[in-house]
């Protein structure tokens, strides 16, 4: 049987899939939008589990910012052709201010987020399994971040190619819409964002597993040195590598006779009040 405009035009607005693909389906629903649209969405998920395997090659980093927090999210994909999508870019805009606003946590990765309901109603896991069914490519959530402190400021650095960004927060008395503070949230957010093995604020809060297996390596390096010497050696090195993977010790990147702790104790006192950064966060596609 035929189905009317009016119908299609309708399943292809709740569902984002093309008129052709919403006519096939209306038409063998026999005109009922629901049983089509359950189609689509069945059609969808086996869409999903059979590009599900591909690898994740591309995609683009979002941030919302406003006057009191920030959110980022990175949205992977196959291609950049994809990446640069209308529908792919709409998606990603539209995901990071629904994060921003109903974020689950202020931390997580893209598993958390299956049943997370955007503002127009959809799932993301339904947006994602329409997208199998539309393009046939796999794209997923890798992270996102979201920081609103009540009374701080939290900012984000955007790289230019928008593959990576750098969140951080500060806590700190009246320091929202200070401008050098405004300054130092770009700029460490930059430093952030390239420096790709960063893992901690603090060596304390770094895994103890993964400095031991640094400090094995270490030592093993060090085994043809005099007995006597080893182990300061040893010790040397892993301090070395310990300031690269820690935020506060890593030289500032505009100053590099400076750590990030002496830079930010630079500008507490320039302010006027106690900054610290409390937490950061580096949101990628692939970078």
Same mark, same amino acid.
């Given at each position: 049987?035929?189905?009317?405009?009016?119908?299609?035009?309708?399943?292809?607005?709740?569902?984002?899939?093309?008129?052709?693909?919403?006519?096939?389906?209306?038409?063998?629903?026999?005109?009922?939008?629901?049983?089509?649209?359950?189609?689509?969405?069945?059609?969808?998920?086996?869409?999903?589990?059979?590009?599900?395997?591909?690898?994740?090659?591309?995609?683009?980093?979002?941030?919302?910012?406003?006057?009191?927090?920030?959110?980022?999210?990175?949205?992977?994909?196959?291609?950049?052709?994809?990446?640069?999508? *209308?529908?792919?870019? %709409?998606?990603?805009?539209?995901?990071?201010? *629904?994060?921003?606003?109903?974020?689950?946590?202020?931390?997580?990765?893209?598993?958390?987020?299956?049943?997370?309901?955007?503002?127009?109603?959809?799932?993301? %896991?339904?947006?994602?399994?329409?997208?199998?069914?539309?393009?046939?490519?796999?794209?997923?959530?890798?992270?996102?971040?979201?920081?609103?402190?009540?009374?701080?400021?939290?900012?984000?650095?955007?790289?230019?190619?928008?593959?990576?960004?750098?969140?951080?927060?500060?806590?700190?008395?009246?320091?929202?819409?200070?401008?050098?503070?405004?300054?130092?949230?770009?700029?460490?957010?930059?430093?952030?964002?390239?420096?790709?093995?960063?893992?901690?604020?603090?060596?304390?809060?770094?895994?103890?597993?993964?400095?031991?297996?640094?400090?094995?390596?270490?030592?093993?390096?060090?085994?043809?040195?005099?007995?006597?010497?080893?182990?300061?050696?040893?010790?040397?090195?892993?301090? %070395?590598?310990? %300031?690269?993977?820690?935020?506060?010790?890593?030289?500032?990147?505009?100053?590099?006779?400076?750590?990030?702790?002496?830079?930010?104790?630079?500008?507490?006192?320039?302010?006027?009040?106690?900054?610290?950064?409390?937490?950061?966060?580096?949101?990628?596609?692939?970078?």
């Amino acid at each position: 049987m035929g189905v009317d405009a009016k119908s299609v035009a309708e399943l292809r607005k709740r569902t984002g899939l093309p008129m052709m693909k919403c006519k096939a389906a209306l038409t063998e629903a026999g005109g009922d939008i629901e049983k089509a649209a359950d189609e689509l969405r069945k059609q969808g998920a086996k869409a999903a589990e059979k590009v599900a395997h591909r690898e994740l090659a591309d995609g683009l980093v979002f941030v919302h910012q406003t006057d009191t927090g920030v959110c980022a999210v990175s949205l992977m994909c196959q291609t950049d052709f994809v990446a640069k999508s *209308d529908d792919f870019v %709409k998606f990603g805009e539209q995901l990071v201010k *629904d994060l921003y606003e109903n974020a689950p946590a202020d931390q997580g990765i893209g598993e958390d987020l299956a049943g997370f309901t955007l503002s127009d109603g959809t799932t993301i %896991k339904d947006v994602l399994e329409g997208f199998a069914l539309k393009i046939r490519e796999n794209i997923q959530i890798a992270s996102y971040a979201r920081f609103r402190p009540g009374d701080g400021y939290a900012s984000a650095y955007l790289h230019h190619k928008h593959t990576v960004a750098g969140v951080i927060e500060f806590s700190g008395a009246g320091i929202a819409g200070n401008d050098a503070v405004k300054q130092l949230g770009n700029e460490l957010g930059m430093q952030i964002t390239f420096h790709s093995d960063v893992q901690s604020l603090t060596r304390d809060e770094l895994d103890q597993d993964w400095v031991a297996k640094e400090r094995e390596i270490f030592v093993a390096q060090a085994a043809d040195m005099p007995e006597d010497k080893r182990e300061k050696i040893a010790e040397g090195k892993l301090s %070395k590598r310990l %300031k690269d993977v820690v935020l506060l010790e890593q030289p500032f990147i505009k100053n590099d006779k400076q750590s990030v702790l002496q830079h930010v104790q630079e500008v507490s006192k320039e302010v006027g009040t106690d900054i610290a950064i409390t937490r950061f966060a580096r949101i990628a596609a692939g970078a």
